[in-house]
């Protein structure tokens, strides 16, 4: 009887042997699974926060032209910009709207004219700004930007405030290369305002 009941605890400890094998072979399976959707997703987000912290800056070179009354007094100006490479902060939760800002100068030169048999060169008007606003992404390659806010005037060896305002159109080669165009305005307190033609290009810096 012992012998049998030895057998017998023997044979269900046998019996035994292939569950609690399974069973820990699962459970193993389950932890290395959690260890690694747990490493896969740490380097997801690190991945993605290097990611973000190389979106960088763009720098925008422009030239100007005057139009309008503005084209009586003054020829081709330039502009220089800087603004944020990635600007996909989404806005109302629609991805191909999002917010956008720039800083940067503007400089146009004075038109050399006749007044009363007299020679005349209007001087350079100079502005500096800061302006925000809204960028639409109707597609991969095209980007349409609308900006305004304060900027500074500078003319004739005098400084007044002004409010100004950029409506953009880029195509975009790649993600380092764009060209456009756009419409200027900026406005002085007391004064029409003034508006010029922009072309130029734009090129994606790293931080």
Known sequence: MLIKEKSGKFGAMIRCKPLLF???????????FTIFFLQASAQTNDVEMKVKADKGFSLSASLLIPVGEFSDTHVLGFGVAIAPSAQQLSLFRKPKIGFTYN???????????????????YPGYFF????????YNPTKEFDIKLTAGPALGIYNGKTN???????????????????????????????????????????????
Not at 22 to 32: H, I, M, S, T
Not at 103 to 121: E, M, R
Not at 183 to 206: C, F, H, R, Y
């Open 103 to 121: 800083a940067g100068f503007d400089y146009y030169l004075g038109k050399n004219v006749t007044v009363s048999s007299y020679p005349y060169k």
């Open 161 to 207: 405030f002004n409010i100004g305002s950029k409506l953009n159109l880029n195509y975009h080669f790649n993600n380092t290369i764009a060209i456009g165009t756009g419409l200027n305005m900026m406005k002085e307190s007391g004064a029409d305002p003034i508006w010029s033609v922009s072309l130029g290009a734009t090129i994606a810096l790293k931080q």
């Open 128 to 135: 500096i700004h800061a302006f925000a606003g809204a960028i």
């Open 22 to 32: 399974q069973n820990f072979c699962r459970l193993a399976f389950v932890v290395l």
